[in-house]
């Protein structure tokens, strides 16, 4: 047994020069540095990430929604399968590690002749244990290990960054849901305004006061007014409907807030740097870049030898006859000599795709930058373009009522009280459409800090 192993060491020592040459490094182009700063002017805090962000929005509804969509949404719940078979993935690497321990046992009954003539019985049962381990010499094995560990949190977090992907989806469609019902309202009310003027143009017209033009005009408007009311309530039913799916549920009403009474937050940014370390994304493509790097090293380990231990023990017992202990003990090499160039190219894959990776969280790093810096570029922006909207609809507003007034004086026509009713419809959906971009630049600055996706206890 001792000449058998020192064989098996000095095959190892011999077959060292098949090893595949020095360990190659990610590619410098995919190396990324994070900025010193941000360009556009924010508040920089180093506060952790809420797990629930959405709550500063100020609405229990759209909180009720996002619990629903965690709790029932399908990706999620595809997600969170991922996660167990990586853990089942990872336990069965691990299990390499360790010896192997099986039991059989078997039985035979024979009859046959013997040196006499005389015909014979004989039953005879065999129990064994035994015990293979492979010697991890080269840390294959470990390596192995490492890549299912590793591949085993980028899992999590890919759970952790579908989970934050879908609270986002949520609120951004639960804040274009009350931007609709905004634009609706204003169309209603522009209906109903529409229709009183149409009923003081005929009123005028049967008069004699007005020629039929300004009454023409004035249902023209009328069924403008009537075409944006069913297409934006179509609007609405689908973007339930698209809510509804994101929740995990048929189409159904939505109990729901309105546009002006959520709160529009302005959270603090942290320092780029500290940034690689909170987005989940980030977080998966480094645990997917330590996988490919643990699976090269085990594919460069695959050009030596494996060497691998075995015993069993057991007892054989005949009938008439006394028990007999029976055992082995064995050890084996296997060392590649050649195999066509396989094991190479299974080497030069798995640097392949390391180098992949990390080009993949370079790219993850910077996308997670621009994300930033467009969003606290448009927080400040938004709210300019915001206090401006509501200073022109207030303009809109003035305008039409004086309008309105030299038009029932008789001092101008029709068409100046038309064009004072136009500007102010369109300086109102403008209104509701700008501060529906800055609840959507407020839940998207959120998602690119990561926001929410930080479990307790992890």
């Not at 986002?168 to 209603?188: G, H, I």
């Not at 009403?253 to 500290?274: D, F, N, Q």
Request: hydrophobic content about 50%.
């Amino acid at each position: 047994m001792c000449r058998a192993l020192i064989g098996l060491t000095g095959l190892g020592v011999l077959t060292a020069c098949t090893t595949p040459g020095p360990k190659t490094s990610p590619p410098p182009m995919a190396a990324v540095a994070p900025p010193a700063g941000w360009r556009a002017s924010a508040t920089v805090s180093e506060d952790a990430a809420a797990a629930d962000w959405w709550k500063a929005f100020g609405d229990p509804r759209l909180s009720d929604l996002v619990t629903a969509a965690l709790a029932y949404n399908a990706d999620l719940g595809a997600a969170e399968a991922r996660v167990r078979e990586a853990q089942a993935q990872s336990l069965l690497a691990s299990a390499a590690l360790a010896p192997s321990i099986t039991l059989s046992a078997g039985a035979q009954k024979q009859r046959d002749l013997n040196a006499f003539g005389q015909p014979s019985t004989t039953l005879a049962a065999q129990p064994q244990v035994q015990v293979a381990y492979e010697v991890d010499l080269w840390g294959r094995l470990r390596a192995a290990d490492a890549a299912g560990r590793a591949s085993l949190q980028a899992s999590r977090d890919a759970r952790d960054a579908a989970r934050l992907s879908v609270s986002a989806a949520v609120a951004r469609s639960y804040v274009a849901l009350l931007s609709l019902d905004a634009q609706l309202a204003t169309a209603r009310a522009t209906l109903v305004s529409r229709q009183e003027a149409a009923a003081r143009a005929r009123r005028r017209a049967r008069e004699g006061v007005t020629s039929d033009l300004e009454l023409r005009q004035a249902e023209g408007e009328l069924e403008a007014a009537a075409q944006r009311v069913p297409a934006l309530e179509l609007a609405i039913r689908r973007q339930e409907g698209a809510l509804t799916l994101l929740v995990g549920r048929t189409s159904q009403a939505v109990a729901r807030g309105t546009l002006g009474a959520l709160v529009i937050p302005e959270p603090s940014a942290p320092l780029p740097a500290s940034l690689l370390a909170r987005r989940p994304d980030i977080a998966q493509a480094e645990a997917t870049l330590a996988a490919s790097d643990a699976s090269l090293a085990a594919a460069r380990a695959a050009f030596l030898p494996q060497v691998r231990l075995s015993a069993a023990g057991g007892g054989l017992f005949v009938e008439h006859l006394d028990p007999l202990t029976v055992w082995t003990l064995g050890a084996s090499a296997l060392a590649p000599i050649f195999d066509g160039g396989r094991l190479r190219a299974q080497s030069d894959a798995a640097a392949a795709r390391r180098d992949q990776a990390a080009f993949a969280y370079r790219k993850a790093a910077l996308t997670a930058f621009s994300e930033v810096e467009s969003a606290l570029e448009g927080t400040g922006r938004l709210a300019e373009q915001e206090d401006a909207a509501l200073r022109q609809r207030a303009a809109a507003a003035s305008a039409l009522d004086h309008a309105r007034k030299r038009y029932q004086a008789g001092y101008v026509a029709y068409l100046e009280e038309l064009d004072a009713q136009r500007g102010l419809l369109a300086t109102e959906l403008a209104l509701s459409q700008v501060r529906e971009a800055r609840l959507q630049n407020a839940v998207a600055l959120y998602q690119a800090l990561g926001g929410g996706w930080t479990e307790a206890g992890r």
